[in-house]
């Protein structure tokens, strides 16, 4: 595989699959870059180091490849490049995976949080594109949430702002994986919306419950609107602590037609008080956002911007 010039690879690794993408290291960062190569392979998991350095070559062929920036999905500490825990890909908990990648490859690779990877993305070259202040929400399983300010995710004092899936919503509701009771998780997760459908007689899952509702079923309607609702209640409370300019929500619950975000919105509007409420819109980049962060790191990162 040749390239002409140096370049950059970004590595979106989840719990199946590895999404890359291969860019030209002097690309402009004002959107997203022409792949040079774009796909995905299986997650090594029995080995990963080896199997990621196996991607990477397969990947760089004869190309000048100056950095590499992988996504991981779980607690990653960025600046030594470190996964703490990630419970999708446990053999990586506790390694140094940036620098044995880097020992093992001859570039440098940084390591960072999937979720920052793809607010990053989607706050700079998605629907929160343009705006200084964007908050990108995602909704899938897990309710994962982080805060982008002029371009940067807020990571926090510890690296775990952003968690908006476990605001507390019904205080004596079902027990969330965090331990504690009614998060916004157990109410709008992927899991939560399934066991209700299926409490209410529904088969399958979340994607079943939604057509359900489009097509008018009651049931699945009531299900909807309270998990629209209990979304509605999160964002109100982010509006009162963090005032962003635009809220982008995405994942696998946000797709089109947008019913659990238009609904949401609906009721932000119509309950907020005191609350500047700033545009609340789906996210665009879909489920490449992430590995377009990883090359948007990778290319400021190349340029010394962070």
Same mark, same amino acid.
């Given at each position: 595989m040749r390239h002409a010039g140096p370049v950059v690879l970004g590595l979106d690794v989840g719990g199946s699959s590895v999404k890359h993408l291969l860019a030209p290291a002097l690309a402009s960062m004002d959107a997203p870059p022409t792949p040079l190569a774009r796909g995905r392979h299986s997650t090594p998991k029995a080995a990963p180091v080896e199997g990621l350095s196996a991607i990477v070559d397969s990947l760089r062929g004869d190309a000048d490849l100056e950095r590499v920036v992988l996504s991981i999905p779980g607690l990653v500490d960025e600046a030594e490049g470190v996964v703490v825990r990630s419970t999708n890909i446990p053999s990586l908990d506790g390694r140094p995976l940036g620098a044995q990648l880097s020992a093992a490859l001859g570039v440098p690779v940084d390591v960072i949080n999937d979720g920052h990877a793809a607010a990053v993305a989607e706050a700079s070259w998605g629907a929160g594109a343009g705006i200084d202040d964007v908050f990108v929400l995602a909704l899938g399983t897990g309710i994962a949430g982080a805060h982008v300010a002029h371009g940067r995710? %807020?990571?926090?004092? #510890?690296? $775990? @702002? /952003? +968690?908006?899936? #476990?605001?507390?919503? &019904?205080p004596d509701g079902h027990v969330c994986s965090c331990g504690r009771r009614g998060c916004l998780e157990t109410i709008i997760g992927a899991p939560a919306l399934r066991r209700a459908w299926a409490e @209410?007689?529904? @088969?399958?899952?979340? &994607?079943? *419950?939604? =057509?359900?509702? $489009? @097509? /008018?079923? !009651?049931?699945?309607?009531?299900?909807? +609107?309270? =998990? $629209?609702?209990?979304? !509605? &209640? =999160?964002?109100?409370?982010?509006? !009162? *602590? %963090?005032d962003p300019g635009c809220i982008v929500i995405g994942g696998g619950?946000?797709? =089109?037609? #947008? &019913?659990? %975000?238009?609904? !949401?919105?609906?009721? %932000?509007?119509a309950r907020a008080s005191f609350h500047r409420v700033p545009p609340i819109v789906p996210a665009t980049l879909g489920e490449w956002a992430g590995v377009n962060g990883t090359v948007l790191t990778a290319l400021r990162r190349q340029h010394a911007l962070v």
């Open positions: 995710v %807020v990571p926090g004092a #510890h690296g $775990s @702002a /952003g +968690e908006l899936g #476990h605001i507390t919503i &019904e @209410a007689g529904g @088969a399958g899952g979340p &994607e079943k *419950l939604l =057509a359900a509702s $489009s @097509a /008018g079923d !009651a049931a699945a309607k009531a299900i909807v +609107e309270r =998990a $629209s609702s209990a979304l !509605a &209640e =999160a964002i109100l409370t982010l509006c !009162a *602590l %963090v619950l946000a797709q =089109a037609p #947008h &019913e659990l %975000v238009t609904l !949401a919105a609906r009721y %932000v509007g």
